[in-house]
């Protein structure tokens, strides 16, 4: 198992920025994994925002990309995502994910929300 305990969210205004952190645990974490972050706002899926993999490589959606930078301290078995230039259309609950590669198990976090008034 993976357990998964988010903080940094919040309400700011459009422009603004806010750092969320994602500190995972469990028998099953290793620095193999892929951590990311995913949203979901009211009445939409939920969808990818940023991965990072094992090697540092990383991938972000195109509403996000310039504004928004995944990070992990393997160290810690931390994932980070700053968000600047926040867009009301940012808001939703943000969930950290987990993905083991070799048995294919998605963990989740408990869901964070940021609210970005304009």
């Known amino acids: 198992q993976v357990q998964l305990v988010e903080s940094g969210g919040g309400l700011v205004q459009a422009g603004g920025s806010l750092k969320l952190s994602c500190a995972a645990s469990?028998?099953?974490?290793?620095?193999?994994?892929?951590m990311g972050w995913f949203r979901q706002a009211p009445g939409k899926q939920r969808e990818l925002v940023a991965r990072i993999y094992s090697g540092g490589r990383t991938n972000y959606a195109d509403s996000v990309k310039g504004r928004f930078t995944i990070s992990r301290d393997n160290a810690k078995s931390t994932v980070y995502l700053q968000m600047n230039s926040l867009r009301p259309e940012d808001t939703a609950v943000y969930y950290c994910?987990?993905?083991?590669?070799?048995?294919?198990?998605?963990?989740w976090g408990q869901g964070t929300q940021v609210t970005v008034s304009s």
């Open positions: 469990g028998s099953m974490f290793s620095i193999n994994v892929i």
């Open positions: 994910n987990v993905l083991v590669p070799d048995i294919v198990v998605n963990f």
